[in-house]
């Protein structure tokens, strides 16, 4: 696909917001607490245990405009979810393992749908907040 396609970083936001999700909806169920989805910080988290570096402001606002206008995420303030086309599309993945799910995805979006385009902004004031609590809880070993 040309200039208009997936890019890596679309792929990668997306693989990071399902590990992120699936992980907050798995500690809600553990504590009986509502699930919400997952925060930025969440995200930021996994975003690092996949390429272990952190996304800037700029390529998590694109991708998840790109995702969200796609309707394979859904973007409610600083929580993110992962919509059911975008189960769908985790779900008919080829399986390769974490190691490699990035590429396999970007493959993957650029046979299954379009970029799409949503308004969702993300200020230097809610990410730097992310980031933030993300480092506080490596600090902790969280």
């Given at each position: 696909m040309g200039v208009g396609g997936w890019h890596w970083n679309d792929a990668w936001i997306f693989v990071s917001a399902v590990i992120a999700e699936r992980?907050?909806?798995?500690?809600?169920?553990?504590?009986?607490l509502p699930v919400t989805g997952a925060t930025l910080a969440d995200l930021l988290a996994a975003a690092d245990f996949?390429?272990?570096?952190?996304?800037?402001?700029d390529e998590?606002?694109?991708?998840v405009?790109?995702?969200?206008?796609?309707?394979?995420?859904?973007?409610?303030?600083?929580?993110?979810e992962v919509a059911p086309a975008g189960e769908q599309l985790?779900?008919?993945?080829?399986?390769?393992?974490?190691?490699?799910?990035?590429?396999?995805?970007?493959?993957?979006l650029?046979?299954?749908?379009e970029?799409?385009?949503?308004?969702?902004?993300?200020s230097e004031q809610?990410?730097?907040?992310?980031?933030?609590e993300y480092s506080m809880r490596l600090a902790d070993g969280r």
């Open positions: 992980l907050e909806r798995d500690r809600a169920l553990h504590a009986a996949l390429h272990h570096s952190v996304p800037s402001r998590l606002e694109e991708a405009r790109r995702l969200a206008g796609a309707g394979l995420i859904t973007v409610d303030d600083d929580l993110i985790w779900r008919t993945r080829p399986f390769s393992g974490l190691s490699s799910a990035v590429m396999t995805l970007q493959a993957q650029n046979r299954a749908a970029p799409g385009y949503s308004d969702w902004s993300l809610t990410y730097s907040a992310a980031v933030r």
